[in-house]
Nanobody, 127 residues
């Protein structure tokens, strides 16, 4: 059974930091592109940052470039998203998604959306 389990969300003040984790199981981690998407109330789900474990490609949405960093730990089957200098507009439910053998940019732009999703973790940026 494929599982993606997110953790690390919470409430943080503007300018603060959070690190999200996505632990994957039930598939060959090295073959999958895994990344983070978010959905704010009333908005469509969008790609935030993606990592291609098979080709080492990366994708960042323009709105998070220079603030967010994605990394992958193959030994732990875990993908992390370090989020710095958080802004109120980063408030959303963050979802982990995975798809096999897909370029990170293609998945980030939803050209090839994930086959699997986690349950989501809430990130709230507010003073």
């Amino acid at each position: 059974e494929v599982q993606l389990v997110e953790s690390g969300g919470g409430l943080v003040q503007p300018g603060g930091s959070l690190r999200l984790s996505c632990v994957a199981s039930g598939f060959t981690f090295d073959d999958y592109t895994i990344g983070w998407f978010r959905q704010a109330p009333g908005k469509e789900r969008e790609g935030v940052s993606i990592f291609g474990n098979s080709d080492y490609s990366t994708y960042y949405a323009d709105s998070v470039k220079g603030r967010f960093t994605i990394s992958s730990d193959v030994a732990k089957n875990t993908v992390y998203l370090q989020m710095n200098n958080l802004k109120p507009e980063d408030t959303a439910i963050y979802y982990c998604g995975a798809r096999s053998f897909t370029n990170a940019r293609a998945m980030g732009l939803m050209t090839w959306p994930p086959d699997y999703w986690g349950q989501g973790t809430q990130v709230t940026v507010s003073s």
